[in-house]
């Protein structure tokens, strides 16, 4: 049984994460905006305006899971929301990181979220692992400044980890539950070209990967957070009709249209490569979804 922060733990991916160290025998607490009680589990504030964090947050804690930020495509890349993505992701590493440092707080690893958005909004025939560059646009730059936010933490001696998100499937929310809602209606369509690669991740995955980050000493580094099969943007629109029982017949939604409607940040759909899990896999983490037929009917039956 071991005791785990976990920031960020009220999103799509945290509260996953702790129903399943739950289950384990673990105790997750979480650190967030505000306190109290989320779930039964107890919350701890922490504020990165004034640098505040509870310091009994820290108590018994010998892992921690770090996954707050402000959602990528939560709202418009203007010039400021593009200066809170990063400034959420790197300025929230660095309070950890002082408040580790000035309580003399002892954990065995940490995991951090990343994103596969390290590998730019392009598309291309290789096939990305994590040895490749970031890429030199406004998702590459965050995701590299993400990244090098958690140098620290192993500077200090502490086995870190990070995991690179792909587009995480489940019926609770994020980028599945929006897409849903129109093929429910019967107005689903690739979008784009459709010829963009989709890096997807069932939810049950992902949140299995960073507990096995966390509590396996063997494992550290930088992994890539996606399942094993390729599919494009079509494949896998048509797949997610054919999942929820709904036709697939509408023509592509043009890109200059997404443009219109989400701006820059339109590139995290019309854009899209193919990228390896290999690493991870390498290690002995065992996906349970490896197929997005499979992922898809779980999610659909779990609405």
């Known amino acids: ?23 384990n025998g673990d105790t997750p607490v979480l650190l967030g905006r505000g306190d109290g ?36 495509v939560d709202n418009r890349w203007t010039e400021s929301y593009k200066r809170e993505i990063q400034e959420s992701r790197v300025k929230s590493s660095e309070l950890l990181y002082y408040h580790l440092l000035k ?14 958005g390290y590998y730019g909004g392009r598309q291309s025939t290789h096939v990305f692992t994590e040895e490749d560059s970031s890429f030199d646009d406004f998702l590459g730059k965050t995701c590299l400044l993400w990244e090098q936010s958690y140098s620290p933490f192993e500077k200090m001696g502490i086995r870190t980890s990070i995991i690179r998100t792909g587009i995480v499937l489940s019926a609770r929310g994020g980028a599945y539950k929006v897409m849903a809602k129109a093929f429910k209606l019967g107005l689903g369509a690739p979008v784009a070209s459709g010829k ?30 996606v399942a094993s099969e390729f599919v494009s943007n079509e494949v896998f629109s048509k797949k997610l009709a054919q999942s929820l ?26 854009e899209g490569l193919k990228i ?21 009917k779980n999610v659909a039956d779990d609405q």
Do not use: R
Request: charged residues 15%.
């Open 103 to 116: 309580n003399n707080v002892v954990i065995k690893s940490m995991v951090g979220a990343g994103a596969v």
């Open 245 to 270: 029982h709904k036709p697939f017949f509408l023509p592509n939604v043009p890109a200059f249209m997404l443009k219109i409607v989400l701006g820059e940040s339109a590139v995290t759909i019309t």
């Open 1 to 23: 049984m071991a005791k785990i922060l976990i920031t960020g733990g009220t999103g799509l991916i945290g509260k996953t994460i702790s129903d399943m160290l739950l289950k």
């Open 37 to 72: 009680l989320v779930n039964g589990i107890k919350k701890y504030k922490w504020d990165l305006t004034t640098n505040y964090v509870d310091p009994g947050a820290f108590e018994n804690v010998e892992h921690i899971i770090h996954l707050a930020g402000a959602g990528i």
């Open 276 to 296: 390896s899990n290999q690493k991870i896999k390498n290690t002995g983490f065992k996906f349970q979804y490896e197929h997005l037929e499979m992922a898809l």
């Open 196 to 225: 963009q690669y989709m890096p997807w991740i069932h939810i049950d995955d992902i949140a299995s990967m960073f507990i096995y980050a966390l509590l396996n000493e063997q494992v550290k580094g930088i992994f890539n957070g």
